[in-house]
């Protein structure tokens, strides 16, 4: 059965229908040691169908568009509860999203990865450390979103990763460094990867341990990355938002984050989360969530924007076809003052235990690693506070803006942190 | 319906072994699912949906790896597997285990597909109300899964084995607000079996409210180092994170374990002994056979305190002269299968609980886990405890929140002075490799000194 055949069947059985498919391709090759141990390359499809009907939702996945499959997610629907809230939307008038293809990652052979991977192995063998892992993928997939209120929209998308794991050192004393860069363009800095992570745990060899106290701290990048994404990002959330699960509830206009600003922006050229449309088939948008410190604006998709009786500003997400769109963040680019230098006495490269940060409070106890106070490596070290009043604290925002799953972000200088040695 | 009627699928599968090559497998996987979330009592979101793939296995100068759900594009995946196969340029060699040809299935007291979605809206209707047990609870999301899975297992030495078995987890999560201080508790049921995984689960969502409202309360924690006494929970993520991760023999063998070099040596205290076990009946990390075919069995990791064996694949059995252990584990056809751990836990002791914390002058309590990660390499771990208690002269005193626990793994299995006779195992997902499993992980409460990160 094609698309539009059971587009049409469903529009006479439901009020509402919605089809959402994706193919791709992806390819990978793992390094282990010097050697190459495994390549694996993928093909997989599906479909997810959401119904409403009378405002019972019913979803149903499946690799095989069938009849039986259509009827299954009208079945969902007649036992689901109702609620009023769900909608799907209409389109007509998507965003051009720039540089979220690249035919050369489509076209890209097993043969061309191996060379990229070699320069990044090279690195490792220049600084005499040992690669544990290493490995690049890509993947190209196509993503089409149908609907009965007149959507049809296309996105065809490509990206790649490439990821190094090293050790300096021996038996006795050792220390690891890793290093990773994702891209939805073939641009990567093979070199540059293979140099970071094998600098990493070069210079973490013989570390020292940190009297525990209040530090001036820079996180890089990747640190500031893992923070923001499961400390910060939630709060912004309107189904958190509406159902009193954020701390940001009823505190638009209110000045809470210093100086800083932050765009959620889906149009985002070349952003690794950067597409026309959301996983919903609405188009996406540039969205001011905090203005010089003020919050502005949260996310929404269809759902929690009817809610609120306003127009969703394109933020619906889904894991994969077999799960229901939810709200969810794009390319979340954090902006502030330039400083011309940051000099913090301890710079954090990477973070451990991240995702056990409180995504409502915002607080946060984590393991600092690859961690160099004034130079020299630091043993151990836990750095805790809240991420609202962090934000409050920084001190020097830095140039070399990166993006790093969600999180577009230079380094920052925080004031005034504890840090537990 | 069983698996693959007639026999289709096996045809297709023989076909693929009989590719010229040094060893192939294939493994057929198939998985109905059904996720039901009730928001605030309202179970408007269903989903349910049916998946499945083939994942082919080659192995020659390197592994060649390739999946698809298409079947029409099976030949091609083959193909693909096969090319892979020779792309590297590396010894690999598998270890010997019996070739097993088998049909098992898990058995259930109550089928889920006997079980109606009407029935699953009950259970989680009153599981529901349960939680509402206190006037603070201004919000509470329960989130219902099962996957009923069925596989067929074949490889060139001519294994066959068709296993079928399902999976249930339940996530309650509730949160209280006082004072307009917001705080929330989180509760998890899972096993495997049939729909009886959930009988307890109004007990469990209560528990995550009651959980919620003690941290209402809770003060900030302090931070520093000090004696901590660890709950069956988190002494089960601690064995998991810290000790489990650096023996899985692929991290061993590339040099990202801390324990490579510690074989029939002593990293722990006499007190501690530890084993991974598939076997469990009803536990979240069951399974028959692991996905090399090799059999699942208890495996001993840390006999008082000794390191006795490393978790193997088929594959660093044999790099490391040893024998396969049945952990070879994969998320599902789309995954080629790498060492894991199933369920892990520590063995009991005979103290009781106010024995082994009656001498302890300052310390701290820690319950529940919010989640961990380590690097193995280092042997640095972080976890995050859902609550914990002050201790003062061998009493539990006041609560506190949000508190991580971190340290050096071998310090910490060597300063453990005390396990008591309590014994729980809970159920989870584990990441690795970029796959996600399921695991169990327990044992009793346990003794020992360590830094906690608070935010006081």
Known sequence: ?421 | MGLNPGGFMEDIMEDILSLKARFIDVCYHKVKSTTISMKDGKASEITSGLNSGVGIRILNKSWGFAYTNDMGKLKDAALKALKGSEVGNRKISIGEVDTIQDNVELRANRDFSKVTLDDRLELLKEAEEAARCAEEVVSTSLSYGEAQVESLYMNSEAANIKSKLSRGVLYSQVFVKSDGKLQVGMERLGGTGGFEIFNEAGVSSRQATEKALRLLNAKAAPSGSFIVVLDPHLTGVFIHEALGHAVEADHVIQGESIVSDKLGKVIGSELVTVYDDPTLEGSFGFYFYDNEGVRAEKTILLGNGVLKNFIHSRETASALDSIPTGNARAQGYNHPPVPRMSNTYMKSGDLSFDEMISDIKSGVYLLGSKGGEVDPARGVFQFSAEEGFIIKNGEIMESVRDVALSGETLKILKSIDAVDKQFDISGGYCGKAGQVVPVGDGGPSIRTYSSVGGTA
């Open chain 1, 1 to 421: 059965m094609n698309i539009d055949k059971a587009l049409g069947y469903l529009s006479d059985k439901a009020d509402e229908a919605e089809i959402y498919f994706i193919k791709g391709n992806s390819e990978k090759i793992e390094v282990e040691g010097k050697d190459i141990r495994l390549t694996s390359a993928g093909y997989s499809r599906g479909y997810g169908i959401r119904v409403l009907k009378n405002f019972h939702l019913g979803f149903y996945y499946t690799t095989e568009l069938s009849e039986e499959a259509l009827n299954k997610s009208l079945d969902i629907a007649e036992v689901a509860r109702r609620d009023e809230n769900f909608c799907l939307p209409s389109e007509k008038n998507y965003p051009e999203v720039k540089g979220t293809y690249d035919k050369r990652i489509e076209e890209l052979e097993i043969d061309e990865a191996k060379e990229y991977l070699s320069s990044m192995l090279h690195q490792a063998e220049d600084y005499q450390v040992r690669v544990t892992t290493a490995a690049i993928s890509w993947g190209y997939s196509t993503t089409e979103i149908y609907n009965t209120h007149g959507v049809e929209v296309r996105s065809t998308d490509t990206d790649i990763f490439a990821y190094l794991s090293t050790v300096a050192g021996d038996i006795d004393e050792s220390s690891t460094g890793s290093y990773y860069d994702t891209s939805r363009k073939l641009n990567l800095d093979f070199e540059d990867i293979g140099r970071e992570a094998s600098s990493l745990a070069k210079k973490s060899l013989h570390p020292e341990e940190i009297e525990t106290g209040n530090y001036t701290i820079a996180l890089k990048p990747i640190a500031v990355a893992e923070l923001i994404g499961y400390a910060l990002i939630p709060s912004f959330n309107a189904d958190n938002v509406q159902r009193q699960r954020s701390i940001l509830s009823g505190k638009k206009d209110e000045k809470l984050f210093g100086n800083l600003g932050i765009i959620d922006d889906g149009t985002l050229e070349a952003g690794l989360l950067s597409s026309r449309m959301d996983d919903e088939g609405k188009a996406t948008e540039k969205k001011v969530l905090v203005d010089k410190g003020v919050l502005k604006e949260f996310l929404y998709d269809c759902y929690t924007a009817k809610k609120e009786g306003r127009e969703s500003n394109g933020s619906a997400s889904r894991g994969s076809y077999s799960s229901l769109p939810k709200v969810g963040a794009s390319n979340f680019i954090l902006s502030c003052k330039e400083s011309s230098t940051i000099d913090a006495e301890l710079v954090i490269n990477g973070l451990i235990g991240a995702h056990t940060s409180n995504s409502i409070t915002g607080d946060f106890s984590v393991e600092v690693s690859n961690a160099y106070l004034k130079d020299k490596p630091v043993k151990k070290a836990i750095i805790s506070g809240n991420v609202f009043e962090l934000i409050k604290n920084i001190s020097a925002f830095g140039k070399d803006k990166k993006q790093f799953s969600k999180v577009v972000s230079p380094s920052i200088e925080f004031e005034n942190i504890r840090v537990v040695g």
